[in-house]
T-cell receptor, first 113, second 113 residues
Framework: KQEVTQIPAALSVPEGENLVLNCSFTDSAIYNLQWFRQDPGKGLTSLLLIQSSQREQTSGRLNASLDKSSGRSTLYIAASQPGDSATYLCADLISSNTGKLIFGQGTTLQVKP | EADIYQTPRYLVIGTGKKITLECSQTMGHDKMYWYQQDPGMELHLIHYSYGVNSTEKGDLSSESTVSRIRTEHFPLTLESARPSHTSQYLC????????????FGPGTRLTVL
């Protein structure tokens, strides 16, 4: 059974720092991996999607990497801003047929001005 | 732009009431999903649908039921709400084929007194 773990559970950094959020998964047979952002009480916003054949994806200040052999993905945020404060979730798509995502518990990020 | 809508956004209701949470998407996606998220916890899939007249139970057991009579509409119903049903319910959709990217609605926060 696929399990997804995110470390750390919470992170507080001063504005301007670069930071890395970690995601690990137990079954390397994933179809793709998605990173989401969730603001308090809101839905999820898709940030980046990495296909299983890819090693990384970039969007603005965000860079996500994928290492299937080690069962790890990282989300790198450059030059963090207070507006980046939110919970970040990673999720594995283990079957393209069902479309079912397995979510981690999330990392809650606070960026202090 | 991804358009997926959920109503109501917030609902406070007494025990024993029947409720229906609405979810609609205008992207023509054939796959739709319902997730349940307790405060501070990860998302768990409770129902999904491959298309019209197709519904399946997800990984987390739920007393709710769903229907898929139209492609764009995937309502969730609780016949008799209980305090244990208090949670946030998130609807998502994706298209068959492609990258499997899921798009989420804003969520419905349900409180059962």
């Amino acid at each position: 059974k696929q399990e997804v773990t995110q470390i750390p559970a919470a992170l507080s950094v001063p504005e301007g720092e670069n930071l890395v959020l970690n995601c690990s998964f137990t079954d390397s047979a994933i179809y793709n991996l998605q990173w989401f952002r969730q603001d308090p009480g809101k839905g999820l916003t898709s940030l980046l999607l990495i296909q299983s054949s890819q090693r990384e994806q970039t969007s603005g200040r965000l860079n996500a990497s994928l290492d299937k052999s080690s069962g790890r993905s990282t989300l790198y945020i450059a030059a963090s801003q207070p507006g980046d404060s939110a919970t970040y979730l990673c999720a594995d798509l283990i079957s393209s047929n069902t479309g079912k995502l397995i979510f981690g518990q999330g990392t809650t990020l606070q960026v202090k001005p | 732009e991804a358009d997926i809508y959920q109503t109501p956004r917030y609902l406070v209701i007494g025990t024993g009431k029947k409720i229906t949470l609405e979810c609609s998407q205008t992207m023509g996606h054939d796959k739709m999903y319902w997730y349940q998220q307790d405060p501070g916890m990860e998302l768990h899939l409770i129902h999904y649908s491959y298309g019209v007249n197709s519904t399946e139970k997800g990984d987390l057991s739920s007393e709710s039921t769903v229907s898929r009579i139209r492609t764009e509409h995937f309502p969730l119903t609780l016949e008799s709400a209980r305090p244990s049903h208090t949670s946030q319910y998130l609807c998502a959709s994706s298209r068959t084929g492609g990258l499997g990217e899921q798009f989420f609605g804003p969520g419905t926060r349900l409180t059962v007194l």
